[in-house]
């Protein structure tokens, strides 16, 4: 049986997540295809500008057939923890034989031996020095993982390095980085010596070469546009009053996206709720950290170097959250990392937490939307003893499953009812305790 596993944000599901899908489809070949995607908050710590359930449904209506969420603590992460939670998962489950994933590097070779290299090196002393004194010189994660990567291997320069080519690749392409990441955590040798003579994996990596736009591209490209110029459009207020404007987003999504957001920004103004959330998100960190002490902000999990201070005293001078995110900004601060801060101190996702979360809790997989084929692989998930983690349906009637998992859930119940509030919207009919997953026929 081949089951293919997918790790996406779907936000929204648009044309370029639909090439993905069928392209690993053809290549695979699967009996199930299996997503685990980000809830309410993004990997870059942003509001979803469609709720987990909505995303689930949408995701079973393009081929997807059973979807699991990613857990908050994960989700709302650098790469490292976000690949990690979600490698896990799919581990765990016992039953995935590939995993999709695309990248900007067309040098899959290079790829997969820069990942090797990392796995088994980035874990000794002297690459964790050349780490830290390259992120105390102001790089992000990324470049400093490829200054000291160039550094090791510019060294210490033998025969099994010689299938890494290129090291940009560390630090150019946001699915690159995802990429390298995944694949830490899929290969299985027990030593580099191994690796380099033969890898072998937990789960067999699919690579796919992304198309076309940038990720981070904020303007439309055609039909294969990034997921950012998409959102742009729909949160655009004049939208439903431009007929040129419709036309390119109904260009840019599946029919059955289209339709959804359409009539969502029609019956539900999506585009005024959404810019309402980041009101009330200003509003709501603005209290948190005005009534929080420096002490407590400093145990915020990605808040390090003093910069609970910095919040204390921008907050005070920001009139919105983009102004707050501009002044905090900087080389070590980017903009991605700054939004995280804010979403991990909204929901006070504290260091001890996640790291007690790392050492001893479980994951488990939350289903959110499934098909008939879905069902059937829900059954035999549930039945099989190979299956290492609880699938849950109903967080009610499965507390039991969950007991070894109670910070992850937590969190995963708190982001929901801030993202409820944050949109006005009534918490306990839109909690977690009462939505449950999606079945498309």
Known sequence: MRVLGIIAEYNPFHNGHLHHLETAKEIVNPDFTVAIISGNFSQRGEISILDKWEKGKLAVENGIDLVIELPFVFACNNSKFFSYGATEIFKKLNFITDLAFGVEEENFDNLLHLAGFLKFFETSDVFKHLMKENIMKGFSYPKAQELATKYILDNNRKNSFDNIKTLNTLSSGSNNILAIEYLKNLISNESYEEFVSQPKFFINPVFINRKNSNF???????????????RNLILNNNILKDENSLNNLRKTLPESSFQFIFNKLKNENLAEIYNLQLENFFSQISNKILTSSSEELSKIYSITEGLENKLQKNIRTSSNLDEL????????????????????????????????????QKPFARVLAFNQKGSKLIKILKKEDSVSLPIITNINKEEDLIKKSKDIIRYDIISTDIFNSLASRNIYHNSDYVKYPTFIP
């Open 216 to 230: 981070n591209s904020t303007e439309l490209q055609g039909e294969l546009s990034s997921a950012t110029s998409i």
């Open 325 to 360: 995110k501009n002044s905090l900004k900087s080389k070590r601060y980017t903009h991605t990392r700054i939004s995280r801060v804010l979403t991990h101190t909204l929901t006070n996702l504290t260091k001890n937490n996640f790291n007690k979360i790392l050492s001893s």
